[in-house]
């Protein structure tokens, strides 16, 4: 099962760092979006990638950043974008009803030797399985946002995946210079999530509460941990959507965590990093 050719589905900010360090190191990467406003969005977030990588990667000075954002194909055209892909990621939004329509064009589209991959936050792969009609060739691949930096690529099958195809992202992950975690079995969250989301909503919930500003807590976990981030600095580096997104469909405590965010900040326009400001401000 060799895998050269890789599309990535949503150019999102996860996705375009997935499209990037795939690229980075030598693949044949096609980058699908719906619209030229989101590929615009994209063409904008792959520039940046440049920059960073110039100033943080090694081995990416001397054009070699450049020439990584020039060899990534974009496109609006899903069926061109799959026709030839040895593995498709998907990184479209964290609702079950996209994601079904999602997997059930791929389905029709991509070639029959095709693996599919989820980088689902939050929805385990057995959620998704029946709406590829590979489910042998589905699985989750998960990757943590700034990729170059925090390079952990968490591998979770269903009881239905191939062994072979699941060894076969294993492998592709190294490839790409990710650190695999190997699940053995299918765990909402998986392992980074499992212990960040509990972390993040706690931190949203003393705010929300009145307990404390973002700051305060910041502060707090980073002096008494050591740890170099706080968790709404995190929220801010991961872009409030998304958290958004999986709050909403939750329960009661997680739709008035959801409320909150929406009111005080994505209804303002206050998104994380990408906007430039969300809890933080930030400069170019």
């Known amino acids: 099962m060799t895998i050269r050719k890789v599309t990535v589905l949503g150019t999102g900010v996860l996705g375009s760092q997935i499209a990037f360090q795939t690229a980075f190191h030598g693949f044949s990467v096609t980058a699908y979006d719906i619209s030229d406003d989101a590929l615009a969005g994209a063409?904008?977030?792959?520039?940046?990638?440049?920059?960073t990588y110039r100033d943080e990667v090694s081995g990416a000075g001397g054009g070699k950043a450049e020439e990584t954002a020039a060899g990534i194909a974009l496109t609006t055209d899903l069926a061109a974008a799959v026709r030839d892909a040895d593995l498709v990621i998907e990184a479209v939004p964290e609702v079950l009803?996209?994601?079904?329509?999602?997997?059930?064009?791929?389905?029709?589209?991509?070639p029959e030797h095709t693996i599919f991959a989820t980088n689902s936050s939050t929805l385990l792969p057995?959620?998704?399985k029946d709406f590829t009609g590979r489910p042998d060739r589905f699985l989750a691949?998960?990757?943590?946002?700034?990729?170059?930096k925090y390079n952990t690529a968490e591998v979770m099958g269903t009881p239905e995946t191939d062994p072979k195809v699941y060894q076969a992202v294993v492998e592709f992950a190294t490839a790409i210079g990710m650190v695999p975690i190997e699940?053995?079995?299918e765990k909402a969250g998986y392992v980074l999530n499992s212990l960040l989301v509990p972390l993040l909503n706690a931190a949203m919930s003393l705010s929300a509460g009145g307990f404390a500003e973002p700051e305060a807590v910041d502060d707090t976990w980073r002096i008494g941990t050591g740890a170099p981030y706080?968790?709404?600095?995190?929220?801010d580096v991961i872009g409030l959507t998304t958290p958004y997104n999986i709050l909403v469909h939750g329960g009661e405590d997680e739709q008035r965590l959801a409320a909150w965010?929406?009111?005080n900040y994505?209804?303002?326009?206050?998104?994380g990093i990408a906007t430039g400001e969300g809890f933080y401000k930030y400069t170019a």
């Open 266 to 271: 994505i209804d303002k326009g206050k998104l």
């Open 43 to 51: 063409r904008e977030r792959i520039a940046k990638l440049v920059a």
């Open 126 to 128: 057995s959620d998704m």
């Open 97 to 110: 009803t996209v994601k079904e329509q999602t997997y059930r064009q791929l389905g029709e589209l991509a």
């Open 261 to 263: 965010l929406k009111t």
């Open 183 to 185: 699940l053995h079995r």
């Open 230 to 235: 706080g968790p709404f600095q995190i929220l």
């Open 141 to 148: 691949l998960h990757f943590a946002n700034q990729v170059w």
